[in-house]
């Protein structure tokens, strides 16, 4: 069964800098796409970032481009999502998610428990 813990979620201040973590297992390979999600109060759970197998190609939502990026370490089966220049609308709980097949489509199949993110003005 496939696993995800996400860490490093907390409070923080406008214009700060964060790192998420996200710790996978339960697989033989990595060669499997890997995704963060977000959820804010009140709002539908929206796509935030995914990376390939490799970490050669990364997509972004429009309104993280350019301040957030995520990067994967295959070694240590774990995911991370840099986050910078933060704003009160990045606050939500935030989720890794990966993908039942190494094509990666279609909506996630594993979701980790999820992290908070705060980011107060």
């Known amino acids: 069964q496939v696993q995800l813990v996400e860490s490093g979620g907390g409070l923080v201040q406008a214009g700060d800098s964060l790192r998420l973590s996200c710790a996978a297992s339960g697989r033989t390979s990595s060669r499997y796409p890997m995704a963060w999600f977000r959820q804010a109060p009140g709002k539908e759970r929206e796509f935030v970032a995914r990376?390939?197998?490799?970490?050669?190609?990364?997509y972004y939502a429009d309104s993280v481009k350019g301040r957030f990026t995520m990067s994967r370490d295959n070694t240590k089966n774990a995911v991370y999502l840099q986050m910078s220049s933060l704003k009160p609308e990045d606050t939500a709980v935030y989720y890794c998610?990966?993908?039942?097949?190494?094509?990666?489509?279609?909506?996630?199949?594993?979701w980790g428990q999820g992290t908070q993110v705060t980011v107060s003005s």
């Open positions: 990376i390939n197998w490799s970490g050669g190609n990364t």
């Open positions: 998610a990966t993908y039942g097949t190494i094509y990666g489509s279609g909506p996630p199949d594993y």
